[in-house]
């Protein structure tokens, strides 16, 4: 089975989350409002997520070597939907 092209993978997401945590810790533009105590790169980087502002692209190698980019705005929306808005 080929995971749809729409959706994010559980290891999709946390490799988005810890890469633009990452990316944060190291100085990167904030894209969000963020509160003075909250601080923690993570913490943003998962509001960054749940506002669909996550500046990364995502491709796959499916298993024929076939490289497909995921369209990141809409697999952020489909997995807020299928979890309920949680990460």
Not at 12 to 30: D, H, K, N, T
Not at 46 to 66: S, Y
């Amino acid at each position: 089975m080929i995971w749809p092209k729409e959706k994010l993978t559980r290891f999709e997401v946390a490799r988005i989350l810890g890469a633009r945590g990452l990316q944060i810790s190291l100085g990167a533009p904030i894209l969000v409002k963020i509160e003075k105590e909250d601080i923690e790169p993570i913490a943003i980087a998962e509001e960054e997520f749940k506002q669909a502002k996550v500046p990364m692209t995502i491709r796959r190698t499916l298993p024929d070597e076939e490289k497909v980019v995921v369209d990141i705005k809409k697999g952020i929306k489909n997995w807020l939907d299928d979890h309920a808005g949680n990460i």
